[in-house]
């Protein structure tokens, strides 16, 4: 068995995050620990699946599930770098993770702590430990630095695409 820190784990997804980005998907990655070995890991891959659910922590609980043979990841922690979403936090839930620990906040879709708090509510069937805020900068990092490169593209795509225009126009 071995043992993992919050902090290792993190850097795990961050690694994973790096994968998904190179592959041109949002980088986010996950891992689902229990017992103290990996039993799960996922990155984004809505792109490459063309599946809008194809989230890293929907990867990873699909993948964890499948290890242990059983949709009930009780005493299982989900890392992962960007706190999750509602359909995220959602699956948490459902599938009785223990607990969460997320890297940086996501101040528009975040469920976990910024616009909803799915994990912890009362109301469910299933509340979850959540611990955010680990290596927070460096998956904060991570996702501006994807940001920025696609924002230049896609300038650099239009400016090409308006210089070809005038051209038409000019030739016409």
């Known amino acids: ?59 990873a609980i699909r993948r964890a599930a499948e290890v242990i043979g059983h949709w009930r990841l ?21 599938a009785r993770i223990g607990r969460l620990v997320y890297g940086c906040t996501d101040p528009k879709a975040g469920a976990v702590d910024s616009m909803f708090g799915i994990p912890t509510d009362r109301r469910l069937n299933h509340r979850l430990q959540v611990v955010g805020g680990v290596r927070a900068g460096e998956c904060a990092d991570e996702l501006r630095r994807f940001f920025r490169a696609r924002r230049r593209r896609v300038r650099a795509s239009s400016a090409r695409r308006t210089r070809l225009e005038q051209r038409q126009v000019r030739a016409r």
């Not at 043992?3 to 980088?27: K, N, Q, W, Y």
């Not at 922690?77 to 959602?90: F, I, K, R, S």
């Open 1 to 59: 068995m071995t043992i993992f820190t919050d902090h290792a784990c993190m850097g795990i997804c961050l690694v994973l995050a790096r994968r998904a980005g190179s592959r041109g998907e949002v980088p986010v990655g996950a891992i689902v620990v229990h017992d103290g070995r990996i039993i799960g890991r996922g990155y984004n891959l809505r792109e490459a699946d063309g599946d809008p659910t194809a989230h890293a922590e929907i990867v």
């Open 74 to 94: 009780l005493d299982a922690t989900l890392y992962v770098t960007l706190e999750p979403c509602a359909m995220c936090a959602g699956a948490l839930v459902n």
